[in-house]
């Protein structure tokens, strides 16, 4: 017994630890969700009014049409206007990016989102833009000699999390940093190379590459300048693709400085992939699976003469072929919607959720009686876009029509 307590001691002094280590209220920032949205940044508006809620509201009405106009025209439906009331179905959240508000007046900046697959529908356009594969996203902050992905919750994370992605050519899967990643996700993670324990990583996040933005923050003296190094790399190898530095006056405006350097980094990893910049390492794709060893009925190994003309597919036993599904998981309903709507497809067993990341790309695995190829059909059947083949795919939700509640205004209302 003298032996036994003090090894109980340690073990639990072991477990105590390793859970303070995944624990804390310092700990990751939730993404915003704006994968389902187009954005509209910085309208400007300036409305008077009798009390400051009407100007308020006012100002909103404003910022709604002028940024209607605007996504119009981006996306070649001409710039015309249409009415208050279709607007309201069409605008989905409104970004306040900077306000000040008086007894009769509202000036501010805002952003507006609207509705993808309402707003493609009203305008007539097939919304089908193309995106890259799935991309982990692990932000690096260099700040007082010390570099953290997601030990702690830092500005740079912080600024990937509020950034919105609607209009991005990048699918990127970000985490909030809290539970397992700060374990899982650490700087010294970004400096491995062994391709076995990447590949899990970005199977467990429903992954299919890696990003590695850093920024490395300099301040010039307490409370005064600091200048920001960026740095754009990709894959396991942490390819460099390019780097730029912004400055800012007083350490206020870090804030600020990061989510200029969010924006800015998103364009680099976007004109990387139209150039071709960010294929995928051919050692992160999955190994194959190993050729059944084919055997007669009484267990022996067939001769090399014989000859086998079907081919087999990973199935779990007694229950169907073993597919993994990678789908967008904004918010937990989605979750309940997908799962169900994939119950509801003929020859599907089961379909449950093994890896869950809200607001970003959750993984389900589903047990289906028959070819994935007729998985994948009875998918887009049912209104899915689905990208891949084989036992992993990706699916999303197409774009719907116009519901038939929205008024046909002809002309903005006063």
């Known amino acids: 017994m003298r032996i036994r307590v003090p090894i109980l001691l340690a073990g639990a002094a072991i477990a105590a630890a390793a859970f303070a280590q995944i624990e804390g209220s310092d700990r990751g920032v939730v993404p915003v969700a704006s994968t389902s949205s187009y954005e509209v940044n910085g309208v ?3 409305v008077a009014a009798k009390t400051p809620d009407e100007a308020r509201y006012g100002g909103w009405r404003s910022a709604q049409r002028k940024a209607w106009v605007q996504l119009s025209k981006r996306l070649g439906g001409g710039g015309g206007a249409v009415g208050d009331a279709t607007l309201d179905q069409l605008v989905s959240g409104i970004v306040v990016e900077h306000e000040q508000i008086g007894p009769t007046r509202y000036i501010a900046r805002l952003g507006v989102l609207f509705n993808r697959a309402r707003t493609a529908a009203l305008l007539g356009i097939v919304d089908q833009a193309a995106r890259s594969a799935p991309m982990l996203v692990i932000p690096i902050e260099h700040s007082g000699g010390v570099a953290q992905a997601m030990e702690r919750r830092t500005e740079w994370q912080a600024a990937w999390a509020r950034y919105r992605t609607g209009n991005s050519a990048i699918d ?7 539970g397992p ?9 970004t400096q491995r190379r062994g391709r076995t324990w990447w590949r899990r990583l970005l199977d467990q996040y429903g992954a299919s590459d890696i990003l590695v933005p850093s920024v490395r923050l300099t301040r010039q003296w307490p409370g005064g300048p600091v200048i920001g190094v960026f740095q754009a790399r990709h894959g396991p190898d942490g390819d460099l693709l390019d780097s730029f530095t912004l400055r800012v006056n007083s350490s206020d405006g870090i804030p600020q400085l990061l989510d200029a350097g969010v924006k800015r980094m998103d364009e680099l990893y976007g004109r990387a992939l139209s150039a071709g910049a960010l294929s995928t390492d051919p050692a992160l794709r999955p190994p194959p699976q ?4 084919p055997t007669d009925e009484v267990g022996d190994l ?11 597919t990973p199935t779990l036993a007694g229950q169907g072929v073993a597919v993994t599904i990678q789908y967008d998981s904004p918010t937990a309903s989605s979750v309940a919607n997908t799962e169900s709507s994939l119950r509801g497809v003929a020859g599907v067993r089961s379909a ?5 990341a809200l607001g970003g790309v959750s993984l389900m695995r589903v047990a289906f009686d028959g070819d994935p190829a007729a998985l994948r059909a009875a998918l887009e059947a049912r209104g899915f876009q689905v990208i891949g083949s084989g036992t992993t ?3 999303r939700r197409a774009p719907q029509l116009l519901p038939p509640d929205i008024p046909p205004d002809s002309a903005p209302s006063e």
């Open 352 to 356: 449950s959720t093994t890896s869950l």
């Open 172 to 178: 990127y899967v970000r985490v909030a940093g809290t």
């Open 302 to 312: 067939i001769e090399e003469s014989d000859t086998v003309e079907e081919t087999s």
């Open 181 to 189: 990643d700060s374990l899982l996700l650490n700087y010294g993670q």
């Open 44 to 46: 400007t508006v300036d």
């Open 290 to 293: 190993p050729a059944p060893v």
């Open 393 to 395: 795919l990706r699916i």
